[in-house]
């Protein structure tokens, strides 16, 4: 479940925490403290009253309004927490605390081969600038070097993983060949590889 919901507004969170009290109680999925649910309960009926009486405009009710929001969010806060932890990933259970889902982002295959790898001499001599087109997939953008003639396994390639799609990598030998390739790396393990470049070290 999302357990922030700072960026809701104030009439929102008011008939939002009036919506998680009353799926609470009773639900025979959840078990709580003793002052838990009657806090809970308190507070919102505070920030119910602070909220009406900050309509006026007056600073202090709209500073004491602020205050009772505050309070009842991170009553929400610990409460989305315990229904997380004693759901234990059950979708029922969690639907019918009256909090709201959060996302899952789906999990893709294996990412496409990475587009327009380019390599030049980078800010130092051993240097190179690899650059390969960015993707929105990608966690991390793996590039690999190798001295030629490259060995046909990539685990005995040197990795350089970068979370952008441009990196500057140093340590090279002037006057050697390098072989160059990427592969981005998203959620499946599985890598697809560039087209390989060469380029001698300066």
């Known amino acids: 479940m999302i357990i922030d919901y ?17 799926s609470l109680n009773p639900n ?4 709580w403290k003793a002052d838990v649910m009657t806090t809970f309960k308190s507070d919102t009926e505070t920030y119910r009253t602070k909220l009406q ?12 309004k602020n205050a009772a929001r505050k309070e009842l969010l ?17 979708e029922v259970k969690l639907k019918s605390s009256g ?4 996302k899952v982002k789906a ?28 993707n929105a997939d990608a966690t991390m953008y793996n590039f690999y070097t190798a001295p030629e003639p490259a060995p046909a396994a990539i685990e005995e390639w ?12 140093t340590g090279f030998k002037p006057g050697t060949q390098y072989a160059v390739k990427c592969a981005y790396q998203g959620t499946d393990p599985n890598l697809v590889f560039s ?8």
């Open 74 to 90: 991170n009553d929400i806060h610990d409460i989305a927490m315990e229904v997380n932890l004693q759901a234990d990933g059950d």
């Open 28 to 31: 025979l999925n959840f078990t």
């Open 158 to 169: 040197r990795l350089t993983p970068s979370t952008t799609h441009s990196k500057n990598i």
């Open 195 to 202: 087209d390989t470049i060469k380029i001698f070290a300066q």
């Open 53 to 64: 009486l900050a309509k006026s405009g007056n600073s202090a009710d709209i500073a004491a």
């Open 107 to 134: 999990k893709k295959g294996p990412l496409e081969k990475p587009r327009n790898l380019k390599v030049k001499t980078g800010a130092n001599s051993g240097d190179f600038l690899c650059s390969v087109e960015a």
């Open 6 to 22: 700072s960026k809701e507004s104030d009439s929102s969170i008011d008939n939002f925490a009036d919506l998680v009290y009353k």
């Open 99 to 102: 909090l709201v889902m959060a």
